[in-house]
């Protein structure tokens, strides 16, 4: 139980490895705070499951780049929870659609920022005056923010690349506080994200071409979070750590 009785907040906690990192932190004694924006079932089929399991969670649903829902997302918290915070996971974000340069506007650059930049700022922002020492911040970077991404994904790699950035200097800045920041760069994980933007031979061949041969799992994503925001990271901060089954190396 290496979470007992701390208060964990995931952002984009119902789908996929959201939903998965949701389970783990409640399964080592997290009250979770899940956040979600979309399907309804989803959310409380994973209040059910963490509840069944004996563990504590609460749902919140709100849009993370708006300041007025991250402002009720912490309200929520502290109702349900109290005042002190240990665990932000900043998981809500997306690629939205592939555009090439040539495709894309402004306005649907600006919005993929939002969605990946802005809310791990917004959220971050919100949380931190209620962690302390020993608190910790695991963001979600990408892949894509290290080699530019997959065709059509470049202002999603460019966000992503942000993340990273902004990882490094939340490290130096809240260090100080005793407040560690981490980020992960995920790889091919099997979710409906590359079900709705990957083509399936291209599946296979990065699969093919990843050193264990395979896609990750969202569990494997959610105990690397669960290390990272756990006291055996204790003097591990600011390292956006790659998930890739060795594809590509930082």
Excluded: W
């Amino acid at each position: 139980m290496k979470h007992q009785n701390k208060v964990a907040v995931v952002t984009g906690g119902v789908r996929d490895i959201g939903r998965a990192i949701s389970l783990k932190l409640a399964a080592e004694g997290a009250k979770v705070v899940v956040n979600y924006h979309g399907s309804h079932d989803l959310a409380q089929q994973t209040l059910n499951d963490i509840e069944s399991a004996g563990g504590q969670a609460i749902l919140y649903k709100g849009d993370m780049t708006s300041p007025a829902d991250v402002e009720g997302l912490i309200a929520k918290t502290i109702e349900a929870f109290g005042s002190s915070i240990d665990i932000l996971v900043n998981v809500a974000g997306g690629l939205v659609a592939r555009k090439t340069i040539e495709e894309m506007d402004l306005e649907f650059f600006n919005y993929v920022m939002q969605l990946n930049m802005s809310s791990t700022f917004l959220v971050t922002k919100a949380v931190v005056p209620y962690m302390s020492e020993g608190a910790s911040i695991i963001n979600f970077a990408s892949q894509a923010g290290r080699d530019g991404g997959g065709p059509g994904a470049s202002a999603y790699a460019t966000s992503k690349g942000a993340v990273m950035t902004f990882t490094r200097s939340m490290a130096k800045e809240l260090g100080p506080k005793g407040i560690r920041v981490n980020s992960l760069c995920c790889g091919m994980i099997s979710t409906t994200f590359h079900d709705t933007f990957s083509k399936p031979e291209g599946r296979a061949a990065t699969a093919g071409n990843t050193p264990l041969r395979r896609e990750g799992a969202p569990n494997e994503v959610a105990d690397t979070v669960s290390f990272l925001a756990s006291s055996d990271a204790a003097f591990v901060s600011g390292i956006n750590m790659d998930v890739n089954g060795g594809l590509v190396f930082s």
